[in-house]
């Protein structure tokens, strides 16, 4: 084990996949050797796989997806990067109707075994077209999957199963993710998609986080037992294929939920989590489902207008006081 | 340039086969027996034709909502592609595409896609795969002109261009992109004028002339197979139906159509046949004959053919 940053997780993950099999290869804008991922994330891999490996593009984004899936149906295994997840407006077609939609479509007869890796989310003051959580849109497609890892641990992990996946996989990674650190083993593993990972066990409620809400979730968790209220937190690590179990067993446990997500609160990853709950375990509720996400605006830029929006530890702590009293 | 005997009947008997297909297909919607809408090729087989008669069975294609010729051209069975149009399960998609989005991975035919210009990128992407594996595959993307207006030939283009990727970017223009004369939508009246700003040939054929449209694509073909990237091949055609299947297509003047329908792929093809002494007027007839009874075998076949269950519906989402 040794302690390694979200983004080297990633890269390790590039890596080790690209010499584990040949077909893997990453294309994107500027994420070769001259500049290296806007976030440093394919830092050297140009280096060391060459530039058709590791293969900068034109501002391209519907294209990147396109020439993406294109390999992908004719036995390539890429992996695309979409510099900011908002970005994805401009290959939606390419995602949504092509790639996602090629192998039911054709019956079966081809696969579609393509990552899109997407930086995204908000908390750095680039306002609305660079600081967005569209994590809800691609839950909505059927024939996508959806990773959202939140620790360098599951980024490789997730990562890695991601790119041996036969399906189209959409890989969020939140942007304050990336320097944050956690001891990772030097060993090969994966981590399954499909699997939730309980952060941190309790008993007074539930708290259902993605991304960089888990950390804010975490958090706030540590000051509530200060309080004596025991919060269980529960990381679905992918959002398709959904842990549902682990979430209405937790729940089952707790009778109280509280749904932590970044996203904008109406038709958002949390109102799918809402109704699972609904479907599932409503009997076992001793409080409403309460949701702490964005409030359906976009994304401001001044700081305290984002902060605004944006969940933290004291919204967490609130809505969880809320269903616990 | 002189084509084997064997080559130029071997074309012949592939634009019947996509004409007696599409009058079929034509009847049987008629019939209520198509789900859905058609767009049907008759007109522009001598594309289709010209093109995939250079290719390889490991090529690839890519194609459109008007897509029915492209597949038989690149080797389809028309059984199969007959089944997929009426739905059924012995469909080269199992029912779950039809007219508008069949695929045959098979003989290299990577499918049809609906959304008009989407296909370009994608023919790319599998340019850039080719490359990557490193073998000497090629892959003929067919749009229409008005895909040509949309930012997936720009993309898709010039990507293809940058890498120098093998392939063939078919530009089917039958001058109408549903009812939307072309003059109407773009100053220029040579999409292959295009390929300048890319830095690749671009090239206008008569797209109902099938030699001439061969000859194009193999020049293109080559080039793409040598590493020397992709060419833009305009096909100057025309439909003979409407945009789909009850589209009456009164926005186009009677004497264009009357003219277009002088310049029929499949009746100049045969006279020049005849000219040459390719074939006898009887060899002709016999030819078209045998096409007309194995499209008869097709509908039998796909009419014959079970409905998927239903459940099937929820098959092949994910792999």
């Given at each position: 084990?040794?302690?390694?940053?979200?983004?080297?997780?990633?890269?390790?993950?590039?890596?080790?996949?690209?010499?584990?099999?040949?077909?893997?290869?990453?294309?994107?804008?500027?994420?070769?050797?001259?500049?290296?991922?806007?976030?440093?994330?394919?830092?050297?891999?140009?280096?060391?796989?060459?530039?058709e490996?590791?293969?900068?593009?034109?501002?391209?984004?519907?294209?990147?997806?396109?020439?993406?899936?294109?390999?992908?149906?004719t036995?390539?295994?890429?992996?695309?990067?979409?510099?900011?997840?908002?970005l994805?407006?401009?290959?939606?077609?390419?995602?949504a109707?092509?790639?996602?939609k090629?192998?039911?479509?054709?019956?079966?007869?081809?696969?579609?075994?393509?990552?899109?890796?997407?930086?995204?989310?908000?908390?750095?003051?680039?306002?609305?077209?660079?600081?967005?959580?569209l994590?809800?849109?691609?839950?909505?497609?059927?024939?996508?999957?959806v990773?959202v890892?939140?620790?360098?641990?599951d980024?490789?992990?997730?990562?890695?199963?991601?790119?041996?996946?036969d399906?189209p996989?959409?890989?969020?990674?939140?942007?304050?993710?990336y320097?944050?650190?956690?001891?990772?083993?030097?060993?090969?593993?994966?981590?399954?998609?499909?699997?939730?990972?309980?952060?941190?066990?309790?008993e007074?409620?539930?708290?259902?986080?993605?991304l960089?809400?888990?950390?804010?979730s975490?958090?706030?968790?540590?000051e509530l037992i200060?309080?004596?209220?025991?919060?269980?937190?529960i990381?679905?690590?992918?959002l398709?294929?959904?842990?549902k179990?682990?979430i209405?067993?937790?729940?089952k446990?707790?009778?109280?939920?509280?749904?932590?997500?970044?996203?904008?609160?109406?038709?958002g990853?949390?109102?799918?989590?809402?109704?699972?709950v609904a479907?599932?375990?409503?009997?076992?509720?001793?409080a409403?489902?309460?949701?702490v996400?964005?409030?359906?605006?976009?994304?401001?830029?001044?700081?305290?207008?984002?902060?605004?929006?944006?969940?933290?530890?004291?919204?967490?702590i609130?809505a969880?006081?809320?269903v616990?009293? | 340039?002189?084509?084997?005997?064997?080559?130029?009947?071997?074309?012949?008997?592939?634009?019947?086969?996509?004409?007696?297909?599409?009058?079929?297909v034509?009847?049987?919607?008629?019939?209520?027996?198509?789900?859905g809408?058609?767009?049907?090729?008759a007109g522009?087989?001598?594309?289709?034709?010209?093109?995939c008669?250079?290719?390889?069975?490991?090529?690839y294609?890519?194609?459109t909502?008007?897509?029915?010729?492209?597949?038989?051209?690149?080797?389809a069975?028309?059984n199969?592609?007959?089944?997929?149009?009426?739905?059924?399960?012995?469909g080269?998609?199992?029912?779950?595409?039809?007219?508008m989005?069949?695929?045959?991975?098979?003989?290299?035919?990577l499918?049809?896609?609906?959304?008009?210009?989407?296909?370009?990128?994608i023919?790319?992407?599998?340019?850039?795969s080719?490359?990557?594996?490193?073998?000497?595959q090629v892959?003929?993307?067919?749009?229409?002109?008005?895909?040509?207006?949309?930012?997936?030939?720009?993309?898709?283009?010039?990507?293809?261009?940058?890498?120098?990727?093998?392939?063939?970017?078919?530009?089917?223009?039958?001058?109408?992109a549903?009812?939307?004369?072309?003059?109407?939508?773009m100053a220029?009246?040579?999409?292959?004028?295009?390929?300048?700003?890319?830095?690749i040939?671009?090239?206008?054929?008569?797209?109902?002339?099938?030699?001439?449209?061969?000859?194009a694509?193999?020049?293109?073909?080559?080039?793409?197979?040598?590493?020397?990237?992709?060419?833009?091949?305009?096909?100057?055609?025309?439909?003979?139906?409407?945009?789909?299947?009850?589209?009456?297509?009164?926005?186009?003047?009677k004497?264009?159509?009357?003219?277009w329908?002088?310049?029929d792929?499949?009746?100049?093809?045969?006279?020049?046949?005849?000219?040459?002494?390719?074939?006898?007027?009887?060899?002709?007839?016999k030819?078209?004959?045998?096409?007309?009874?194995?499209?008869?075998?097709?509908?039998?076949?796909?009419?014959?053919?079970?409905?998927?269950?239903p459940?099937e519906?929820?098959?092949?989402?994910?792999?």
């Amino acid at each position: 084990m040794r302690e390694i940053t979200y983004r080297d997780a990633l890269r390790e993950a590039l890596r080790e996949e690209m010499l584990r099999d040949e077909t893997v290869f990453v294309l994107g804008e500027d994420v070769g050797r001259y500049w290296k991922g806007a976030f440093k994330v394919t830092k050297g891999l140009a280096e060391e796989f060459g530039d058709e490996r590791v293969q900068d593009t034109p501002i391209s984004e519907s294209a990147i997806i396109g020439v993406a899936t294109g390999a992908a149906i004719t036995g390539m295994r890429p992996v695309a990067e979409i510099m900011f997840g908002d970005l994805s407006t401009l290959a939606m077609d390419q995602i949504a109707n092509q790639a996602a939609k090629l192998r039911y479509m054709f019956g079966g007869q081809t696969k579609v075994p393509l990552v899109i890796r997407m930086p995204f989310g908000a908390g750095v003051n680039i306002a609305a077209h660079h600081s967005q959580s569209l994590e809800a849109w691609f839950i909505h497609v059927p024939g996508l999957k959806v990773a959202v890892p939140s620790t360098p641990y599951d980024a490789k992990g997730l990562l890695k199963t991601a790119i041996r996946d036969d399906n189209p996989v959409m890989f969020f990674e939140h942007k304050l993710l990336y320097s944050i650190k956690e001891l990772v083993p030097k060993e090969e593993y994966t981590v399954p998609l499909g699997v939730a990972d309980v952060k941190r066990e309790g008993e007074d409620v539930t708290i259902v986080a993605t991304l960089y809400m888990v950390h804010k979730s975490l958090a706030a968790a540590e000051e509530l037992i200060k309080q004596g209220i025991s919060a269980e937190v529960i990381d679905p690590r992918t959002l398709v294929p959904l842990d549902k179990e682990t979430i209405v067993k937790s729940v089952k446990k707790t009778g109280r939920i509280v749904i932590v997500t970044e996203d904008c609160k109406t038709g958002g990853v949390s109102a799918e989590i809402s109704a699972v709950v609904a479907e599932e375990a409503i009997d076992y509720l001793d409080a409403p489902v309460k949701r702490v996400a964005e409030p359906d605006t976009p994304i401001p830029f001044s700081p305290p207008l984002e902060k605004f929006v944006i969940p933290d530890e004291n919204k967490i702590i609130g809505a969880v006081k809320e269903v616990v009293h | 340039m002189t084509l084997e005997k064997r080559k130029k009947i071997e074309m012949y008997r592939k634009l019947l086969e996509i004409r007696h297909f599409e009058e079929k297909v034509y009847d049987l919607y008629g019939q209520n027996l198509v789900p859905g809408t058609i767009h049907l090729y008759a007109g522009q087989e001598a594309v289709a034709v010209g093109v995939c008669a250079n290719l390889r069975r490991d090529d690839y294609i890519t194609s459109t909502h008007r897509g029915h010729g492209h597949c038989i051209a690149k080797g389809a069975q028309l059984n199969r592609v007959m089944a997929e149009i009426l739905g059924k399960k012995t469909g080269y998609c199992k029912g779950k595409g039809g007219s508008m989005h069949i695929a045959n991975f098979s003989v290299g035919m990577l499918g049809a896609t609906a959304v008009v210009g989407a296909g370009l990128p994608i023919a790319a992407g599998a340019g850039l795969s080719i490359r990557l594996r490193k073998t000497d595959q090629v892959v003929a993307c067919f749009f229409g002109e008005g895909a040509s207006n949309q930012g997936t030939f720009h993309e898709g283009i010039n990507m293809a261009a940058l890498w120098k990727l093998p392939v063939l970017f078919v530009c089917e223009n039958n001058l109408y992109a549903m009812g939307t004369r072309q003059s109407r939508v773009m100053a220029i009246e040579n999409v292959a004028d295009r390929g300048v700003a890319y830095g690749i040939p671009g090239v206008v054929v008569d797209g109902n002339d099938v030699m001439a449209v061969y000859e194009a694509a193999c020049e293109a073909v080559e080039r793409a197979r040598s590493g020397k990237g992709p060419t833009l091949i305009e096909c100057k055609t025309y439909r003979h139906k409407g945009h789909s299947r009850f589209d009456p297509a009164t926005y186009r003047p009677k004497e264009e159509v009357e003219e277009w329908m002088k310049r029929d792929p499949i009746t100049r093809f045969r006279a020049r046949l005849l000219e040459m002494k390719t074939l006898t007027e009887e060899e002709a007839d016999k030819i078209e004959q045998d096409v007309a009874a194995a499209v008869e075998d097709a509908v039998k076949f796909a009419v014959e053919s079970p409905f998927p269950a239903p459940e099937e519906a929820l098959e092949h989402v994910y792999i």
